[in-house]
């Protein structure tokens, strides 16, 4: 998913408030087989103003069990997924695979920057030879290079690739725009993986053309900013993928003179940028100093 654009937004919500946080997008996704449990799955997904419903899935059968977990909020989204197995054996014997994914956007009066802080927080463990377990995190905002999405897609395209391989193959990406985060735990080496880390991801003001008539009029003059947030899980065999406690919204730095309105239950710490002092402004203060030294010097020398 793209961080949304004036179309999409213009078509669903005219009479949306200015300088107001929005959820545009959600969706959840579970899924779980077993060799010997069967399989089962479900998503859900909603537009402007809702959220997905959670989704839980689990099957159990003779020797594996599998199960797996969705979850959006305003402000986190959580996935798990846990499986197990009598045998060990290279090839997959049981699966599990979860996603959630939230966009946002906010029409505003300022042009600039908006940043958005996340914080990750999870586990991945493989207990038996033959186990994997895989997480991958997508953060866009709004202005991001083509150039980056497209190696996005490209990364995660391949008939021939499973779940987890898909995730393996996205590229690591740490870009102002675009935060990509990609891991796996395989074979039972080293214990667990601990993830506990801050992310940032900007997203850019998109200025509004002003038509002469129709619904866009409202915008004109306004700056639509975006982002997109999605986190997968997956496990397979004796493995568990444990994002459950999540990926985390935990703040927005918005432009100079800005400020933003939420809807009950979704607000997000908001902080405004401050502006950088002029290279004029920055001379000036250094001359201060400069003449301050000086000044003490001569007072020590007499």
Known sequence: MAPPNAISVLGSFEQGQLNHWYVSQSSTLASVAGESAGDDAGM????????AK?????VAGQYDTASAYAGVLPTKRSVAAFTSTGQSFSDMH??????AGVSYFTIMDQPGTVTMTLHLSGTLSSLTLGSK??????????GVDEGLLNTLDQGS???DLDVLQAMQALPQINDRHAQVVSARHADGAGGTDTFDQDLAVSADGVAFACPESGAGQAYCGKYLYGF???LQAASTNNAHADFAHTLT???LQLPQGAALSFEPGAAIPTTTAVPEASTG??????????????????????
């Open 54 to 58: 959670p989704i839980t899935k689990s």
């Open 44 to 51: 859900d997904s909603a537009n402007l103003l809702g959220l």
């Open 249 to 251: 919204v935990t703040g």
């Open 133 to 142: 377990a895989a997480m991958s995190l997508v953060a866009i905002g709004s």
């Open 157 to 159: 395209q391949g008939d």
């Open 228 to 230: 997109t947030l999605g």
């Open 281 to 302: 402004a920055m001379t000036l203060v250094g001359l201060g100093m400069v003449a301050g030294c000086l000044a003490r010097r001569r007072r020590q020398q007499h």
């Open 94 to 99: 049981a699966l599990g695979f979860a996603m």
